[in-house]
């Protein structure tokens, strides 16, 4: 009797070994889905900046043409790195209130730039007895939104806005 107490254990058993690869592949497939969300959060986020870039050089080619008109507009984008892109441009005609625009410090509540408070616009700050029409206004002005649309997943697409104003005439 006192042999089988003495008997030391040799190996593992199949159980053992089982029970270790069940948690090596959890563990390894765990880390291969977030391997391969990040890839993915990559992929997204480049073609975000993509987005954002060509957003920026179609506004700066929209705002530098001396003469606009309402129009709307849909089209795709022929270079290569821009791929799946496609655009739409609404260019509209509108009256903005000047005066409205000082006494608020916005252009108004359809817009929300997102930005924290102390890089918004702030209310102007009154003195008693002005008179806000005054300093301002209805003055008419073109409102240039633009929208591009870029793919995400297979028939997925993604949406980067932007939106601008440009005076109709000069205000002499």
Wanted: glycine share 6%; aromatic share 6%.
């Amino acid at each position: 009797m006192n042999q089988k107490k003495n008997r030391t254990k040799k190996g593992i058993s199949l159980l053992e070994a089982s029970l270790a690869i069940a948690i090596a592949a959890t563990i390894s497939v765990s880390v291969l889905s977030l391997v391969s969300s990040a890839f993915e959060m990559q992929s997204r986020s480049e073609k975000i900046f993509l987005a954002f870039t060509l957003a920026q050089a179609k506004m700066n080619q929209i705002l530098s043409n001396p003469v606009l008109s309402p129009t709307q507009q849909k089209g795709t984008i022929d270079a290569s790195i821009y791929q799946g892109f496609e655009y739409e441009i609404i260019i509209k005609e509108e009256e903005m209130d000047l005066a409205k625009i000082s006494q608020t410090g916005t252009l108004g509540s359809s817009i929300d730039d997102l930005l924290p408070a102390s890089v918004q616009n702030f209310k102007s700050r009154e003195k008693k007895g002005q008179n806000l029409t005054e300093t301002g206004g209805m003055i008419p002005v073109y409102k240039i939104k633009l929208i591009i649309f870029y793919p995400i997943k297979g028939n997925q697409k993604g949406k980067y806005e932007i939106l601008s104003y440009k005076a109709i005439k000069n205000i002499q």
